[in-house]
């Protein structure tokens, strides 16, 4: 698989998760201390569901990624094709 590496401010990070990441595709959000790996279940307009998988959580969460985007350290995206990793920049 082609791993992609970038950076972009959170504000352009925020505009590819809501146009770009689809439903099935695979994110791994990491938010100041947090790390949020799991399955996109739907994206609402850059509110995400995901199926989490972790050793320490498991389940449906809800994730409005634009007022987390002061958080966000990295995403990584991915899809059938490719992985693409943002690193988040100041704005």
Excluded at 11 to 26: A, H, L, R, W
Excluded at 38 to 50: F, H
Excluded at 73 to 82: A, G, L, N, P, R
Aim: aromatic share 4%; net charge negative.
């Amino acid at each position: 698989m082609k791993t992609e590496k970038k950076s972009a401010t959170c504000t352009e990070i925020c505009e590819y998760i809501e146009n770009v990441v689809k439903p099935g595709d695979i994110v791994r959000l990491s938010l100041g201390r947090c790390y949020i790996p799991g399955e996109v279940v739907t994206n609402n307009e850059g509110v995400l569901q995901i199926d989490i998988e972790s050793d320490m959580i498991k389940g449906l969460s809800c994730i409005d990624i634009e007022k987390l985007k002061e958080f966000i350290v990295e995403v990584e995206h991915e899809c059938k094709d490719c992985c693409c990793v943002i690193e988040a920049k100041d704005d």
